[in-house]
């Protein structure tokens, strides 16, 4: 069994998507970042950092979200990546790499905006400057998938687009990137499965004027 420590809207979305598309026996544990449960002793000997995902898979323990995404796709689902020496090979791991030069965007734009609760605590200048650098960044996303055929880069890619929105206007090869990975129903059920919001309680945070 299968073991997934998630917190709504965080990055163990792309684990809990990952598991919907494989169809993999799976046991979800919700948790909140408003407790200090990630940071008792047995959350930290899963993910020392004290962050979600974590995962208990085959007897292992695993937090981090591309590692674990390749894993399952190894061990389970060998559709959902390219093999070593196949032709799209470096398509696939930039693209799965690439979800985090996306990812850094995303987190920090998430502190200044929703995780500092006062505005003095903010700097409108990173605000700014992160929304800029998150929407150039994006100019390089979609429309088709990473690798040719749906895998788990797209899985990484995918989430962080989905989050992008909530910060920039997507480009229009991202958006229908973006479509293209909202019509999957495995996608549509874990965002049913996703939970209450728990990090973003708007559709979108504009950078500050100025
Ligand atoms: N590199 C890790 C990053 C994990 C991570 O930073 N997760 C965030 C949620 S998206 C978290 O748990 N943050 C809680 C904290 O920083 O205390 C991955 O890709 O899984």
């Known amino acids: 069994m299968i073991r997934l420590w998630h917190v709504p809207q965080s990055r ?45 898979i085959d007897g292992q323990a695993m937090c981090e979200s591309g590692a674990i995404l390749l894993y399952l796709a190894e061990t389970r689902a060998p559709h959902l990546r390219v093999a070593e020496g196949a032709p799209r090979r470096a398509a696939f791991l930039q693209g799965l790499h690439y979800a985090e030069t996306l990812g850094a965007h995303l ?7 929703s995780v500092l609760r006062e505005d003095w605590m903010r700097s409108p200048t990173v605000m700014r400057l992160e929304a800029k650098r998150l929407e150039n960044a994006l100019g390089v996303v979609g429309p088709g998938w990473v690798a040719g055929d749906f895998s788990v880069a797209d899985i990484a890619l995918g989430f962080a687009v989905w989050l992008a929105q909530r910060f920039v206007g997507l480009p229009d090869r991202a958006a229908a990137y973006l479509a293209a990975c909202e019509a999957r129903a495995a996608f549509r059920r874990a965002v049913v499965r996703d939970g209450p919001a728990q990090i973003y309680t708007r559709d979108f945070y504009p950078p500050p004027e100025g």
């Not at 987190?107 to 905006?113: G, I, R, V």
């Open 12 to 56: 163990s979305f792309r684990v809990l998507w990952a598991l919907e598309e494989i169809g993999a026996p799976h046991e979800v544990v919700m948790c909140s970042f408003l407790d200090r449960s990630l940071r008792s002793a047995e959350h930290l000997a899963r993910s020392p950092a004290g962050r979600v995902p974590a995962v208990e």
């Open 107 to 113: 987190a920090n734009l998430t502190q200044q905006h």
